[in-house]
């Protein structure tokens, strides 16, 4: 409901092009999110911000790449080559999988390591 706690950060990260909805009228915030979707949160945020990060990595083709959403690839590999996201042992990124926690700690961890040495 528009009452809850979390409802005015929704509506922000909504408006600023970070989020977006599971179709144009529903956004679904009590569902798991995706590690590609996830990695499209992050790279909007980078927009958002108008910052770029330095590639630190060449960029390495997932086994599962034919897995990753269209509109997650650009987000996927671009995080990946910048060092923030990485793929399994196995070589796959497993797009479609849940985010754990300690995979989104991870991920702010990297970032906000990155972002401390980024001149603007």
Same mark, same amino acid.
């Given at each position: 409901?528009?009452?809850?706690?979390?409802a005015g950060?929704?509506?922000?990260?909504?408006?600023?092009?970070?989020?977006?909805?599971?179709?144009?009228?529903?956004?679904?915030?009590?569902?798991?999110?995706?590690?590609?979707?996830?990695?499209?949160?992050?790279?909007?945020? @980078?927009?958002?911000?108008?910052?770029?990060?330095?590639?630190?990595?060449?960029?390495?083709?997932?086994?599962?790449?034919?897995?990753?959403?269209?509109?997650?690839?650009?987000?996927?590999?671009? @995080?990946?080559?910048?060092?923030?996201?990485?793929? @399994?042992?196995?070589?796959?990124?497993?797009?479609?999988?849940?985010?754990?926690?300690a995979e989104?700690?991870?991920?702010? @961890?990297?970032?906000?390591?990155?972002?401390?040495?980024v001149t603007?």
């Amino acid at each position: 409901s528009s009452a809850s706690y979390y409802a005015g950060f929704v509506a922000w990260a909504t408006e600023n092009g970070i989020v977006s909805g599971v179709s144009n009228d529903k956004f679904s915030p009590e569902s798991d999110v995706t590690r590609e979707q996830l990695a499209v949160m992050v790279y909007n945020y @980078m927009k958002f911000i108008k910052t770029d990060l330095e590639f630190i990595n060449n960029k390495v083709d997932f086994t599962d790449d034919d897995k990753i959403s269209v509109w997650a690839k650009e987000a996927v590999y671009y @995080m990946q080559r910048a060092g923030i996201i990485s793929g @399994m042992p196995d070589g796959s990124f497993k797009p479609k999988g849940t985010a754990t926690r300690a995979e989104v700690a991870t991920i702010f @961890m990297n970032l906000s390591n990155k972002l401390s040495n980024v001149t603007k």
